[in-house]
Nanobody, 123 residues
């Protein structure tokens, strides 16, 4: 069982940066692929980035490549999303997800989601 709590969202101007954190409880955190997804108003939830259980492999949506960096600290049971050069189109609720897998696309784990953290980028 894994419980996820996101933090770090907020309001930032275009070009700014934010660092999101997802703190996980549960002894099996280090066994899971972790990911960030986001959902903008009126749009479907979309994949942003994922990281393998040991941090050795990362995956990014095209929209995130070169601007966002996903990382994890298994000792702290935390996964991070460093977001730079933010754009208004990055405005969304960002969710942490555990237990999914990548096979071409990212397939989210159905059971483990955080409550989300709002990111708003002003122009």
């Amino acid at each position: 069982q894994v419980q996820l709590v996101e933090s770090g969202g907020g309001l930032v101007q275009a070009g700014g940066s934010l660092r999101l954190s997802c703190a996980a409880s549960g002894r099996t955190f280090s066994a899971y692929t972790m990911a960030w997804l986001r959902q903008a108003p009126g749009k479907e939830r979309e994949f942003v980035a994922a990281i393998s259980w040991n941090g050795g492999t990362t995956y990014y949506a095209d929209s995130a490549k070169g601007r966002f960096t996903i990382s994890r600290d298994n000792a702290e049971n935390t996964v991070y999303l460093e977001m730079n050069s933010l754009k208004p189109e990055d405005t969304a609720v960002y969710y942490c997800n555990a237990g999914g897998y990548v096979s071409g696309s990212y397939y989210p784990g159905r059971d483990y989601w955080g409550q989300g953290t709002q990111v708003t980028v002003s122009s």
